[in-house]
């Protein structure tokens, strides 16, 4: 009981169980048969339960959790950047895996890390799951709310990085105020690597070692940390 696989599946699992009907009670047999039931992989938890007939006869029921195994996945996104395809990849879920609530939670965290990532600091995930229980499947329908994209906030810089903070404004041209994207940060660290390297600084060392969220400007600060390095002629 617990199971509502077709004919055709209960058979094979009935075939499975080792204890014949009209037979002297045998216990290892029906260990055997549990273990080949959840070999099968379709069972979370199995147990038997023995009744005691007026005949005194012993009915067993076996009762079952049947395993839930991932469906069908969509996002439905109304972004370009990132794409419903990337938000997917993001959430590790694979088609036909063992369905665990927990997986399915911390996909949401991951998938908005990469729409934090593009500047989505106030998206929102709903999550919609359909049950097949014929097939085992969960299909998972998550639907992405972005919220308004974040702002560059402050920019500050550490390190020697021979410039000031305006003045790296101006040369990656990574303005306060402009949205927040992972294509405009990348672009700012090559403008940046561009103007040491023209520099003849061929060692400089360029990275943004923090990043601070403001929830209730929804801007998004950074923090430069550059070493120029020598001048290589």
Known sequence: SGTTAD????????????????QPLDRPKIGDSLRALYATGRFANLQVEAERTPQNQV??????????????????DPLKRPASNQLL?????????????????RAVQLMKTVLEENGYYQAQIGVQQSVHADGQ????????????????GRISVTGDAGLSAD????????????????????????RLRKHYSKAKRLEAQIS????????????????FKIEQGPVVK
Do not use: C, W
Request: aromatic share 6%; no cysteine.
């Open 167 to 190: 003045d790296l404004i101006h040369v990656a041209k990574f303005r306060p105020g402009k949205t927040v994207t992972s294509a405009r940060v990348t672009k700012a660290l090559q």
């Open 89 to 105: 990849d993001a959430s590790r879920l694979q088609l036909g895996e063992l369905f665990r609530q927990e997986k399915v939670d």
């Open 59 to 76: 009915t067993l029921v076996f009762v079952a959790k049947e395993n839930l195994f991932v469906g069908a996945l969509t996002a439905e």
């Open 137 to 152: 499947r969960v299909d998972i329908a998550f639907r992405v709310d972005p919220g308004k994209p974040a702002r560059i």
């Open 208 to 223: 943004i070692i923090d990043r601070t969220y403001h929830a209730g400007s929804n801007t998004l600060d950074y923090a």
């Open 7 to 22: 004919t055709t599946v209960m058979r094979h699992l009935r075939e499975l169980v080792e204890q014949n009907p009209n």
